[in-house]
């Protein structure tokens, strides 16, 4: 069966330090993934996806940036973060191809201090 | 593009009362539809869904009917529980250029009370 892996659960972290989550899937190959954050409010944000390695679409400008080095691995990075970069990320896969429903990880946590 | 709305909240129930969360939708294709439930600290879990129109999705006593005449997909069920505590999400899935991509409502925070 297929899962998604996401760390670390929380983190805080200081104006200014860079960010590095990650994302993984197992289970599946060539999947479809996405970066989404939840501020205060519960909406969610579609922040990034990818159909590929190495292919990138951004959704919204912003101080955050995604790389997919491997097939399954989906990285979120910011060099410097600021304090509106705090929320709930969370990492979800869908099946390439398919209008179907996409599986989400369990979330991180993100408090800038 | 494509939207979905549904109703904010919050909602407040009583243990075993009726529910209706209600959620339409503005979409340029055939999409997908989904109800997700988020419960606190945790990521989503997809609910239900349902592929085409007059599709009925259910699950854990939810159900909902994708109703393409009036772009609908309204989540009911007949008895709630305490742990049915949570925040639910309606959602879309539909072609957007290059990709599938899931379109979110902002979201309905339900509380159940004994």
């Known amino acids: ?113 | 593009g494509n939207s979905v709305t549904q109703m904010e909240g919050p909602v407040t129930l009583s243990e075993e009362a009726f529910l209706t969360i209600n959620c339409t939708y503005t979409a340029t294709g055939y999409p997908s539809l989904f109800w997700y439930v988020q419960y606190p600290g945790e990521g989503l879990q997809l609910l239900l869904k349902a592929t085409k129109a007059d599709d009925k999705g259910s699950n854990k006593g939810f159900e909902a009917t994708y109703r393409k005449e009036t772009t609908s997909f309204h989540l009911e069920k007949g008895s709630v529980q305490v742990s049915d505590s949570a925040v639910y999400f309606c959602a879309l899935s539909d072609y957007g250029g290059s990709n599938y991509k899931l379109t979110f409502g902002k979201g309905t925070l339900l509380t159940v009370n004994p």
């Open chain 1, 1 to 113: 069966s297929q899962t998604i892996h996401q760390w670390p659960a929380t983190l805080v972290q200081p104006v200014g330090s860079p960010l590095s989550l990650e994302c993984t899937v197992e289970g599946t190959s060539n999947p479809n993934l996405y970066w989404y954050r939840q501020a205060a409010g519960r909406g969610l944000q579609l922040l990034f996806y990818s159909v590929g390695i190495g292919q990138i679409s951004s959704e919204v400008p912003q101080n955050l940036s995604a790389s997919r080095p491997q097939d399954r691995q989906f990285i979120l990075s910011s060099k410097k973060l600021l304090l509106s970069d705090s929320g709930f990320y969370l990492c979800a896969w869908s099946v390439k191809g398919m209008n179907t429903e996409a599986f989400f990880g369990q979330g991180t946590r993100l408090t800038v201090v």
